[in-house]
């Protein structure tokens, strides 16, 4: 079979392509001139240069395809000016709708697979959301609302134009082969040096490994249903359980400060001022604080159902997680020794 990954050098989209390969089949990539292809550098793979506003090269890229694995998205809910999250969430998924639908007219492309986020669901505290919960666009952060109406993009797409397309709603993930040293991989890197001076108390989120999270995608595209979206998460964890975690698998203590999510939120407030004086992009806000705190926990039981999907247990991935940048780190030293 013949797949397209678009972000293939991404965390999610490198394991995509990782699995995709060693499957068999004949992967094309897109990835953008000069991106950093580490996770991906080692594989057999037909490869194309391109960002998701180049027409023709998606035209290309995507040309006699059998699925479309796209895996491209702009995480950064802490940018003051949030354009950029709807020029590359909103807009560049819009082009790449449009150019997809165009190659669809040709019959060959079966499946779309978007990669959409846990976030656009709508979840209540009390109770388990699930897929059909709609989220109410009121008071949403930015990055949320790019999210929500990429996916609706997707959705509408399927209904209006034909294009096979599934939205897989994925939760935080966490594993190992972390090249990009994601945020949510930066704390495991820390717990597992033990160099995390602190973890904050009252944050729970979704989670998945990425492995688990990439056989789903890959699942959605031989059963899944055209114009569905499918949760993706194994379960919700503490950032205090993720810490502790990865540092005994690692061999080191765990954090041993917590910080009360009053003090929490505090310096998140402290963030948000200090963005809005001084023009700068703060990792701690109130948006990005907010995007760490989990309503409520969601069902996955539709994936299982009709995906077959079956994860492993998160604390796995994390333990994968925390001896990757282990061996990451002793391989640096050994390195620097030897030279």
């Known amino acids: ?48 240069v391109g960002d998701i506003w180049n027409d023709a090269a998606l035209r290309e890229a995507m040309a006699g395809c059998d ?5 491209v998205v702009d995480t950064r809910g802490w940018l003051r000016d949030p354009a950029p999250l709807f020029r590359t969430n909103v807009e560049g998924t819009r082009n790449v709708l449009e150019v997809a639908k165009d190659v669809q007219k040709d019959g060959v492309l079966r499946r779309f697979i978007f990669t959409s986020s846990y976030v656009t669901v709508g979840r209540k505290r009390g109770r388990v959301a699930t897929e059909d919960d709609a989220i109410v666009d009121r008071g949403l952060t930015p990055y949320v609302r790019s999210r929500v109406q990429a996916e609706e993009l997707v959705l509408r797409y399927a209904r209006e134009h034909g294009l096979p397309a599934i939205a897989m709603c994925v939760s935080t993930t966490y594993g190992g082969r972390d090249w990009g040293r ?57 950032n205090t359980e993720v810490a502790r975690i990865a540092a005994e698998a690692a061999g080191v203590a765990p954090p041993a400060k917590s910080l ?23 990792q701690l806000s109130l948006a990005s604080l907010r995007l760490m705190r ?21 604390e796995e991935s994390i333990r994968e997680a925390a001896r990757f940048w282990v061996g990451l780190r002793d391989a640096k030293r050994k390195s620097k020794q030897s030279g």
């Open 1 to 48: 079979m013949t797949v397209l990954v678009i972000g293939a050098n991404g965390y999610l989209g490198s394991h995509v392509t990782r699995r995709l390969v060693d499957d068999g089949n004949d992967v094309r990539v897109m990835v953008r001139d000069g991106a950093n292809t580490i996770g991906i550098d080692d594989l057999k793979t037909t490869r194309f």
């Open 67 to 71: 699925v479309v694995y796209y895996c």
């Open 182 to 238: 994601t945020p949510h991989g930066a704390i495991i890197a820390g717990a597992a040096f033990g160099k995390l001076p602190f973890v904050m108390k009252g944050i729970e989120l979704e989670a998945v490994g990425v492995d688990d999270a990439a056989r789903a995608l890959i699942l959605a595209a031989e059963h899944g249903r055209v114009g569905e979206r499918y949760l993706i998460s194994e379960k919700m964890i503490t």
């Open 260 to 282: 009360p999510l009053a003090v929490s939120y505090a310096l998140a407030t402290m963030g948000t001022v200090k963005a809005r004086l001084r023009g700068t992009d703060e």
């Open 294 to 314: 989990a309503e409520a926990p969601v069902d996955c039981a539709k994936a299982r159902r009709e995906l077959g999907w079956q994860p492993r247990p998160i």
